[in-house]
C-alpha cells in the first residue's frame, strides 16, 4: 500500500490542496470529489492508492468550493472556478511528473474534470467514477452536451443501481465521445460505487487499474 504526503501549492490562484501518493513511474493522476465529499473520502484514497501501487503518482485533490467551506455542495457558481482549479492541479502535477497526465473523479468531480477537457486538451485521458448522467428520476435532462468535444481516452465506472444514470444510459453517452472510450460495470453498487461509511467493495480499486490501463495502453 502506498503512502501519501500533503500537498499544497498555494502559488496558483485558486490554490491546489490535496494529498500526493508518489509512484515510480513517470506518470500522474488527478483524482477529486463528488459533490458531498472531500479529497478524503474512501473510494479516492483507495483508487489513489492502487494507481500509486501500479506506478502512478497521484495527487487528490479539494476543488476550490470544497476549500472554502468544509460542509454542503458546490454553488451554481463554483463549476468554472472547480474547473479552473483543476486546471492547476494539471499544472502543479506537470512539476511532479515528466510523462502522462490523467485527470478523473467521482461524480460531480468527474464531470467537471470531463468539461475542463472539452475545453482544452490538457491531459491525456480521463477516469469518470461515477459520471452523474444526470439527477435521479430526471432521465430528459442528460449532461451530455459537452462529451463530443472530448478527445481523450474514457473510463466509465458505474454502478448497476447508481440513479444518476443506468447501465444503458453511460453506454449510450459514452459513444458520443469522439476518443476511445470503455465501460467497467460495478454489479450491485449505487453512486458511490459500494464505498459507503466504511464500507469498501475491495477489488474494484484494482478492477479499475486494470481497466484504465488496458484503455490507454492500446488507445
Known amino acids: 500500500m502506498s503512502t501519501f504526503e500533503t500537498f499544497a501549492d498555494s502559488s496558483l490562484e485558486p490554490a491546489v490542496r490535496g494529498f500526493f501518493h508518489r509512484g515510480g513511474s513517470s506518470d500522474g493522476l488527478i483524482l477529486t470529489h463528488g459533490a458531498g465529499g472531500n479529497a478524503q473520502m474512501g473510494l479516492l484514497v483507495a483508487v489513489a492508492e492502487a494507481f500509486a501501487d501500479a506506478g502512478f503518482t497521484v495527487l487528490r485533490c479539494d476543488l476550490p468550493f470544497r476549500q472554502v467551506r468544509r460542509f454542503g455542495p458546490p454553488r451554481p457558481g463554483d463549476a468554472a472556478r472547480d474547473r479552473e482549479g483543476l486546471r492547476n492541479a494539471v499544472e502543479a502535477m506537470r512539476k511532479n511528473v515528466t510523462g502522462r497526465i490523467f485527470v478523473g473523479g467521482q461524480s460531480y468531480g468527474g464531470r467537471q474534470a ?62 458520443l465521445v469522439p476518443a476511445k472510450t470503455a465501460l467497467l460495470q460495478v454489479d450491485g453498487a449505487g453512486h458511490d460505487l459500494g464505498f459507503k461509511g466504511k464500507a469498501r467493495v475491495q477489488e474494484l480499486p484494482q478492477r479499475v487499474v486494470q481497466s484504465f490501463l488496458n484503455l490507454i495502453d492500446v488507445a
Open 114 to 175: 470531463s468539461m475542463l477537457l472539452a475545453e482544452e486538451k490538457i491531459a491525456d485521458g480521463l477516469l469518470l467514477l461515477s459520471y452523474p448522467l444526470h439527477a435521479p428520476a430526471r432521465p430528459d435532462r442528460l449532461r451530455t452536451e459537452h462529451l463530443p468535444k472530448i478527445e481523450v481516452p474514457t473510463l466509465f465506472v458505474s454502478g448497476t443501481r447508481d440513479p444518476f444514470g443506468t447501465i444503458e444510459e453511460i453506454d449510450a453517452a459514452r459513444k
